[in-house]
């Protein structure tokens, strides 16, 4: 069986960064979606604050260094996880930026995939953070796969396939026209995007790989 390695990512310290950086929104985003996810945990029965973390390391690894998609990463699937009023209190400490952001990419049941995914791609930095959010959920189901009834070879391949039919291409479009988004987005963000896309791609073959040597 192919090993799977750790990523330079586990390596960061968030706090620290966070702290070291000033970046005060990120701060209070990791502080509420720790107390609002407590006693919560995910399939591979974690806590479900730990993702978060993540998503935010992941974002630091690859150069994120600003407040507004630092935050959102912490913030980004909260209200998947509790009660919808909860966007009343966060709208009350966080600029309308961070939880227009937070609601793009919040899934709710009414959603299908295909218009969720069509309704991050009209914002590339929820593209950004999507790519991160779905770099550690398919880097943990591989890291598990066996262990879990949501981390078995079927599970994976589902989420192989809806990485390589939705989340690839949508941040492939977006780095291929990035002039559609009048936003003024910087370019350095879809440089990043596009490491972190490759990184992706990479790991969907690692996951390939793996579930090739399972069938022989």
């Known amino acids: 069986m192919t090993v799977v390695a750790k990523r330079g990512w586990e390596k960061i310290f968030v706090v620290k960064f966070v702290r070291d950086y000033n970046l005060t929104l990120t701060m209070m985003a990791l502080l509420k979606a720790k107390r609002f996810l407590e006693g919560l945990f995910?399939?591979?029965?974690?806590?479900?604050?730990?993702?978060?973390?993540?998503?935010?390391?992941?974002?630091?690894?690859?150069?994120?260094?600003?407040?507004?998609?630092?935050?959102?990463?912490?913030?980004?699937?909260?209200?998947?996880?509790?009660?919808?009023?909860?966007?009343?209190?966060?709208?009350?400490?966080?600029?309308?930026?961070?939880?227009?952001?937070?609601?793009?990419l919040t899934k709710t049941k009414d959603l299908s995939l295909a218009t969720y995914f069509l309704r991050i791609s009209s914002h590339p930095l929820a593209v950004l953070i999507k790519l991160a959010d779905r770099l550690h959920n398919l880097r943990n189901m591989t890291k598990n796969l066996g262990k879990y009834s949501w981390a078995s070879p079927e599970k994976l391949r589902e989420q192989i396939d809806e990485t390589n039919l939705y989340v690839l291409r949508l941040a492939n479009q977006a780095i291929m026209h990035e002039e559609r988004y009048p936003t003024g987005c910087p370019q350095k963000y879809f440089s990043v995007m596009l490491k972190m896309t490759k990184m992706l791609e990479g790991e969907v073959h690692l996951a390939e790989v793996i579930l090739t040597e399972l069938a022989i």
């Open 42 to 104: 995910r399939k591979d029965g974690r806590a479900a604050f730990v993702h978060a973390y993540k998503v935010v390391q992941i974002l630091i690894f690859f150069g994120i260094l600003n407040d507004i998609i630092l935050a959102v990463g912490a913030l980004h699937d909260l209200l998947e996880e509790i009660s919808e009023a909860t966007l009343d209190i966060l709208s009350e400490i966080f600029p309308e930026e961070v939880i227009s952001l937070v609601l793009l």
